[in-house]
Structure formats: structure tokens, C-alpha cells
């Protein structure tokens, strides 16, 4: 049977060969996790919680091993692969808390020799699939909520970035998980999908990507009216007010739109900036921007990696010369841009960016800033809910006013106010319209893997 290969997209490197699951091992596998959640809802929670507590404990002692798998089959540089490493384990730690919070209530019932009583249980088996963007985090955000529920899990991470899952998978059996309670498999998107959702022993898809796969997953479910979870893509604007400051917009939209090389589901897509600041603000971020190093995440001081791969490297730079022709000022020439070779791009500004430019209308996911002027508030609050995906948002202004204005009438479920890197395990992270629902993070986070019951007694 042919192997997967995993590359480094820094050097395109096969960096690891793994066997594929075949579909009957991945159905003895549900079977497997359906016998080991018998036994797994029945743990007490303040047990749940120890193991993840103890789970937290050797990610954090492995940390730079990691990290390392992180930057070599994602790309990203190898410092803020440690900081994945931090913030996945920071749904963990939450999770080990959240645990023993699954509370449940008792409510006055209709007579008075009567009693209700509400309680929440585990959904069952989970199949979870994940994006190769975040290969620890994304990972983390779905096992540590199922595991602290009570519910059993099998991960299908993406065949570009398995190495990362199936450590943190090994590190949980040493914590003391039991093996079929979280497992992974090494399968393609479409085999998992089909089997995930067809298997009548798997409670719950959870699924973060792509929005046209979701709707694939969404559908598919539909036949088994299947619980699920979607994390879906996103087109965040990114909107300067005039009286914001000018320094710290700057340093909000460097955080936000280069982290992993444009390559997050939350980086600012599109940038919006009023007239009267357009100048000041681009001229700074142009500086900042081109002050950034680009090269192989392993090497100290580099702030942006690779891309994925050559096809990734392809849709940006149909962006990019889209961009041009529709009349947008490149910061950099199209040749500087692609100077480094291989799946590196340098980060370029795109100034006089107008609204029909892919760049404004298409996930770019990729170090690619349009940025277009506005003058009207209501305009650019139009404008910036004027699409299908509702996943983040983010705006720069000084004034209380017009940030509660922003805050109450941006159509997103993640808004950073002054704020380039909104995500925290505490609060819960998800989208609207297209980019999905459910949430991942805080106390919502747990809720989609539990049902609730009620009993009415009648003395
Ligand atoms: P993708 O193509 O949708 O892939 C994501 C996962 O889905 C991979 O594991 C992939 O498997 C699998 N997949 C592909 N086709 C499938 C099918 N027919 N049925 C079931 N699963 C299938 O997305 P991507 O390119 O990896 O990731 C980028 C996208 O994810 C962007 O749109 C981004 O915005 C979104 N994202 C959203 C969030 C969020 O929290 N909302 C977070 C991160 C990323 P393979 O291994 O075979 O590719």
C-alpha cells in the first residue's frame, strides 16, 4: 500500500513516511472507542480532569519537541510554533477545570408533588477532522472539551500535518488515557469524512476547515441528523478609524495578518482605513511589513515561513497579480515577492485596493495586505458585513462610541477592538453565516459534547 509522505514545506523534504488506516481499520477503530466510552462516561469527572491535568503537564515538559514537528511539517517559524504549542495546551488546562463544571440543574415543576431535574451527558464517540494550519491547537480545541465530557474521540488529522497529532495522541496514553478513549487515524479527508459520518457508533463530527467541505460534512450528516460542530473559513476585515493610533493599528495588523504567513482562518483578509489616517497608516505598516525576515522557520529571527505548498504559493499570487491589474500599488515587485523560491513569499502591502479585487471577496491565506480607504462609518460597517463568513473581525479606534457601535453591528463572532490577536482558550471562538457554528473555548466549548436529559418525578 503507498505510504503518506509528509513534507517539510521549508525545503520540500519528505520529512516522514506513515501507513494510511485502511477503512477496516478505521471502523474496528469506532468500534474500539464505542466499547471504550462504556467505560469512559463512567470515570468521575474529577478523574477526567486529573488526566488532563497530567496530559497538560508532558505537553508542557515537551514542548520543544513540538514545536519542532510543528515548524517541520507546517512551516511556521519556530517560535510562534511554541506558541501554539502554549495556547494548545491552554484548552487543555481549561478543559481539566471545565471537567467539574458540567453542571446540572433542578427546576419548579408544574405541581407540588412533582420534580425535574435536568442533568448532561456525553454525546457518545466523536470523529474529529482538523486543518493542517494549527496542527496542535486545532487538535486540542476538540479532544481536551470531548475528554472532559466524557466522550471518547478518534482525530483524522490533515495528511500534510499528522506528526504533531500523533505525538500529543502518545502523550495522552502516557498520561494515563485510555488507548481507544483518543486515538488518531492517518486517512484522507474524503475516506474519514464518509466513514465518520455513515457510522452509525460515531455521535458527533467535529469538524475546522474549509466551508465548502463543511457544507460536504453537514450534508452527509444530515442522514443520520448526526450532532455536529463546524469551524469554517473566514474574510476578516480589518477596519482603522480616523482617530485610532496610528502605531498600534499597525502592530494589531502585523499580528493578525502575518501570523503563520497569512495562513490562520482569523487573519485580517481585507484592510479598511479612512481616508484621513490611509497615508500615515499604510507608510508605517509598508515599513514594518517589508522588515520582516522570511525564511526557514528553524532559523532564529525569522518572522514568516513558508506556505503550504506550491498550490497555496499559486492562489496568492493570483491574488497578487489580480490585485495589480484591478489597479492595486504593490509594495514590492511581483519578482521581489517570489525572490526566496520554493514556497516562500515575501509579505507585500497592496495599497488602493478596491472592492472587486479577489484580495476583498476570497480567502487569500497568504502575507498579502489589501488596503483600500473609506470615509463613511456606516459605509465601511456595510462593506465589512457584505459577505458570506462571519468568523472575525477586528477595529482600531480610540472613541467608545464608535467601538460599541462596531461591536454591536459587526455580523462576527470573534472581534478584536484595538486588538490583533483575539483567541484565548476562555472564550468561545467560532463563527457565524458560513463560517460555522458551535463554539470552541470557554464554557460554551464543552456544551457541544453533551446532551441533555431532563426527569420529571411525580411523588
Ligand atoms: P480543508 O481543505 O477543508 O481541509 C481540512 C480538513 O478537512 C483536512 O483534514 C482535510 O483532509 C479534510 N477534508 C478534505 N476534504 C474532505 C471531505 N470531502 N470530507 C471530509 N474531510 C475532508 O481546509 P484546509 O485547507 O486544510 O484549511 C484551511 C481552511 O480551514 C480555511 O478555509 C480556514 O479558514 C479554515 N480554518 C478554520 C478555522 C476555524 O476555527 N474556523 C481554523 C483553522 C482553519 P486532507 O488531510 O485529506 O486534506
Redesign the pocket.
Known sequence: MTKLEVFNPATNEVIERLDYTSNEDIQAQIERAHKAFQQWKKIDAHERSAKLMKWAELIDEHQDELARLITLEGGKPLAEAKGEVTYANSYVKWYAEEAKRVYGRTIPANAPSKKIIIDKFPVGVVGA??????PAA?ITRKMAPALAAGCTIIC?????TPLTTIKLVELAHEAGFPKDAISYIIA???D???LFTEHELISKVT????????K??IEQSAQQVKNVTM????LAPLIVHKDADIDAAVDGTIASKFRNAGQ??ICANRIYVHQDIAEAYTEKLIEKVHALTVGNGLESDVKVGPLIDEQAVKKVLTHITDAQEKGGELSRSIEEIQSLGGNFLKPVVISNANLDMKAMHE?T?GPVAPVMTYEDLDEVIRIANDTEFG?ASYFFTNDYRTGLKFFNELEYGVIGWNDGGPSAAHAP???LKE??YGR?GGIEGIEPYLETKYLSIQE
Do not use: H, Q
Open positions: 477532522i482538523t486543518p493542517w494550519n494549527f486545532m483524522k488529522p490533515a495528511v500534510k484522507s479527508g474524503k474519514a469524512g464518509d469538524f475546522t476547515g474549509s466551508t465548502a467541505v463543511g460536504t460534512l469551524e469554517l473559513g473566514g490562520t482562518c480567502e491565506f468568523l471562538f467560532g463563527g463560517s460555522g470552541e
